[in-house]
C-alpha cells in the first residue's frame, strides 16, 4: 500500500504532500525531511527505489522516486506493492507539467488515481471520463 | 510515447479548463479558470525572491482570508468562498499551516452544494484525519449525503468516509455504506467498496458478517468495480489465505479475461490490459497458490504464458513479468517453469540492464534462492557485478540475496562479505539488518567454534545498541554454555586456541567494551572445562591489566566531565560510566567462577586481590561483587565441594516456557496483539524455505546435534563410505548423472576450455564467485572462451525469442552491443538481449572447468564427467532437500556411515585433515548425509538418491587424491 506521496524540490522544500497513514504534523515534517536528505544525494544514474529510511514502516518501508527538472516525486510504500508498476504511476502524474499549475486540481487527479493508498487502474483518459462523469452528475443537481 | 499518452496530454488543457471547474457546458457565472484574483496571488508567490518573502505573502494573504470568512457567510458569496479555498489549499500545498482553515471547511461541506461541498470535502481530507476531534462534526454530513439521491453526493461521500473514518465511528456509517454496494450505478459500488478496504483496515471485526457478500463482485464485468474488490481481497488473503482458497479459480478466472482482451482497449495503459488489476490478481494467486496445489497446478500454465508472451516495453509490463515471476516462484511450481523464472532473472541482472532492472532481478531472485538455492549460482557473475556496483540501494539488495543463499560451505565468504559492508555502509537500518542476518547465519550454520566466536566478536566490535549488544552476548553465552556442557565437543586443542584468543582480546587496548564484556564472560561460562589449557597468571595478568586501563578510563572521563557538558554528551558519558561499571563487575564475577570451578588458586587470588584492590571502583555494584568474591575467598573450605557443583546443569529448575506470564499472554493476544517472535525466529523463519543442509534443530540455538559436528567424520570415514558406494553403483550413477544438470543437451555439445585470464578483474570477480557460491548447485566457476558448438541451444531457441521481442529472425551468434534508442527505463533493445543470450548460454551451459578447491588448484579438463569440484557431493546434497531415501544397498551405506560418525565424536580432534580444505569440504559433505539420514530415515521415492548417488561417486577421484 502507498503511505505517502511526496514532492519536493531540489531544495527540500515541499510542493505536494499526502500521507494516506496518519501522521503526527511533526512526524509528516520529519519523514519529509529524511525522505529529501536520502534521496538528493542519489545520484541520477542510479535506481529510483530505495530501501531503508526508519519512519514510516521500518525495513517494510521502501521510496520509489523520480526527479524531474526541479521537483521530485517520492512514493513512499510498503513491501507489497509493485514498485515497477508505481514508478510508472509517477511518470504519469508528472508527465504534465501544466497539472502543477492548479493546486486542486492536482488533488483531484491524485485521488482518482491513488485512493486509500491503493492503485486505481490508471488510465489518463479513464481519470478523465471519470472526473467528467462526476461533472454530469453534478449537473443533473 | 504511446498514442495514449498523447491523446492524454492533448486532452489536459481541456480537463484544466473545463472539467473542474465546470465543464464547458456550464453557465459563465459558474464555469471559471480559477479568477483573476487567485491567479494572481499565485502569480504573486512564485515570484517572491526569497523563501522569507515568499512566507511574508502566504501569512498576510492568509490571515486576510480568515478575517473575510468569518464575516461572510459562506454560501452567500460564493465567489468569495471559492477563491479564499483555492488559496487556502494552494498555501496548503506548499506546505503553510492552514489548521485554522478546518472548521471552515466542515461547515462548507455541510452546507455547500456540488462544487463547494467537494472544495469543503477536498480541505477537510487534507487537514483532519481520523483521530481529529472534528470528525465527528463530519459524521452527520457524511451519512446525509450517503442517504441522498444525488449519485456525485454519495460518491464523495464514500471517498471521504474512507479516509476520515476512523475506528469508533465505523459502526454509526457502516450500514449506510453496506446499503451503497446495492446502489445501480457501477460508480457507486465501485467507492463502497473502496470505502469498505478502508474501514477493514481500521476495523476488521465489524466487517466479517459482511465478507461473504463481496464474492458476487468478482463476477462483474466492471474493471472499477473488480479492481476494488480485489484490492479488498489482497488484504483478506494476505492475513489468511487458507480461507480463500475456493476462490482461487474466480480471481483466475479475471486474470484469464484480461489476458483475453476481455475488458476492451478503453482500459489498456501502455498497452497493458489493466496492468494494476493484473498485479493484485497475481499476488492474490501467489498466496493462494503457495496453500493449495491443486491451484498452484492451475495457476502454473497462465504465468508460463505470462512470463513469456509479456513484451517489455513499458515499465508497466516489466511490473506484471516481475510480478508473475514472483507468483510463480510462490506456488511450488515445477522445474521448467523456475528455469523459465530463472532466465528472465538473467536478462533483468545482465550487465547492460538498467540499475532499476537489476534491483528488481535481484529481489526475484532472493525469492528463487528461497525455492531452490542452486538457481543463484546460473547468476554468479552477474551477482558479483552487483556486489561491486556504486548504487548503495543494489548493494543492499544483493547483501539479502547472500544471505538467502548462504549454505554451510559459504557461509564464512557471506559473512565476510555482509561484513565488509557493513562497515562501509551509512544506513543505520541496513546496519541492524546485517548484524541481524550475520547472527542469524553464525547460529545456523556455524562449522567450527573458532570462526563463530571471531564472527561474533567482529560484529560487537561496531557501533550496536546496548539492547543488541546484550542480546547478541546472550546467544553467544548461551550457545557456549550448550558446547562446554557437552564436553566432548571441544577439543583441547581448539580450547587453547581459544583462550589464547580471548586472552588477546582482553589484552588488546582498542578492544571495545561489548567485546571485553563477552570475553570475560566467555572465560566464566567455560570455567568448568578449562583444566590444563588455562593459565591462571596470565589471566590474572589480563584482569590487572584491564582493570588498570579501565580506571585510567575512568579518570579521563571524569576529568572531561568537570566541563559543562550538552545533554547528550552526558547521555554518552552516563551508558559510558555503566559499560566501565559492567566490566569491572564482570571480571570480579568471571575471578569468583574461576574459583568455584578450582581453575584459578585461592592465594593468587587473594594477593592479587590486595594489590590491586584499590584500582577498582567504588561503585555499589563493584563492592558488591568484590564482597561475594572476598567471602569466597575466606571460606576455601567450601572448594572442597566444588566437585558437587554443577555447572549450567541442564536439570536447573527454571520455568523457561515462561508459564507463569500465560495470563497476560493471553489478555494480550484477546485484544488483538500479535504473537511475539523474536527477531532471530523471524529471520530463520524466512530461511526455513530455503535450508539446504542444515540438519533440522528443535532449539534455533543449537548446533547440529553433536557439537560442531559437520567437520567431526574423519578422512577414515570418507573413503570407507565413498568406495562403498562407487562400487556398487558406478553404472547407475553414470545414468541418472544427467537428470541434475541444468541443460538436458550438454553433452552434446563441446567446449574449448582455457583456465586462467588475463584480464585481472575478471580474475577477481571469479574468486568472489567461487567463495561466494561454494555448495550451490554448480560446480564452481567455468571459464569457457571459444565454444564450438554444432547446437546451439535447440530446445530453448523458438521460446526464447518472444520474451523480449516478436523477431523471430534474429541470429543469435551475432553479438550485437550497441546501445541505440535506449528506453527511458533502460530497457535494452534486442541486440543487446540477445548477447545477453548468448551469455547466457554459456553459462548454464556445461561447466567442466573447475578452480574451486581452496588450495587454488584448477582442473583442467575438456570432458564434463571426468573432473568435478570438490564442492560437487555439497552441492548435489543441496540441490534436493528429500534425499533421504535409499534402497536398501545404501541403507546399509549410510548406516555405516551413521555407525562410523557416531562411534567417533572426538574425531573432530583427530581428523588430520581438518586443515585441508577438501577433506574438511569432504567432511562437511558427509556429515550433511548423515545428519539428514538420521533426522529424516524414512523411504522417498526412489529418484531422489540418485543424486546422493551421484554426488558420493563424483566425489571418488578426488577422494583418493588427498
Sequence with gaps: MIKAILVFNNHGKPRLTKFYQHFPEDVQHQIIRETFHLVSKRDDSVCNFLEGGTLIGGSDYRLIYRHYATLYFVFCVDSSESELGILDLIQSVCESPTIWSLAVKVHYILSELVMGGMVLETNMTEIITRIEEQNQLEKQE | MSQIMEKTLASLPKLLTQSFSGGKNMKPTKGHPPSQEVQLFMKVVHQARSKSQEANIVQTELSSIQQKLKQSDLIASLGLVRSSFTKIIFCHLLNYDVSCAAIHAVNLAQQGHGYEKRLGYLLSCLLLHPQHEMVMLMMATLIRDLKSANMANNCIALMVAGELVGEDNVPSILPEVIKKLRHSHELVREKALHCLRAFYRSTPSLLQPYLPQLNTFLASRDPGILTAVTNLFLILCQENAARFVNLGPSFLHILDQINHRGFGTNYYYHMVPLPWLQVSLLKILGCLGSMDAALGKAIAPLLQVLIEKTKVSEPISLAVLVESVLTATQINADEELLHLCSRCIGKLLSSDASNGMKYQGLRLLI??????????????????????????????????????????????????????????????QFFTEAVHMISDLAERLAVDIDWYLDTYLNILDQKLSSQTRDDLIDLVISRMEKVSVDNNSISSDSLQKLIAALLRVINNYDSGQSVILLSLQLFGVLAPILGEAFSSTSFLFSAETLVSRLVSEWQQTKVTIIKPLSPSCKEVDDSHFENLINIQCCCLDTISKLVLSGSLQVDCVKEWLQTHKCKLLKHPSVSCCLDELEELLQHPEHLLLTSQIVFHSQKTELDMSLSFLDKLVVQNLLHGGGILKPMYIRLSEEKASCQVVVPTSSNPLDFPESGFSPLQSSAGENGNSTSLVSSGMTSSSLRTKNKWRDEEDEDEEHFLIVGGSDDESQRKHEEIAQELFAGLGEVGLTKVIGKVSKHPSKNNTKKWHNMWDDDDDQNHEHCITSSLGLHPFGICKKAQSFSRWHDEDVENGNLSCSLNDDSGLGFISSKSETVLSPLAPVSRLAESPMCNSFDSAHEDVASDTNVLYRSCPGAYAESTGYNQPVLSIYSEGFADFNLEKLNYGMTNPASASASTIDALTDSDPEGADS
Design chain 2, 367 to 428: 525469492s528463487l534462492s528461497r525455492v531452490k538455492p542452486s538457481f543463484a549460482a546460473q547468476h554468479q557473475m552477474a551477482v558479483v557485478e552487483c556486489l561491486m556496483d556504486e548504487d548503495p540501494a543494489i548493494q543492499i539488495r544483493t547483501m539479502h540475496l547472500l544471505h538467502a543463499m548462504a549454505n554451510q560451505a559459504n557461509v564464512k565468504a557471506v559473512c565476510a562479505r555482509l561484513l565488509e559492508q557493513m562497515n562501509k555502509t551509512v544506513d543505520r
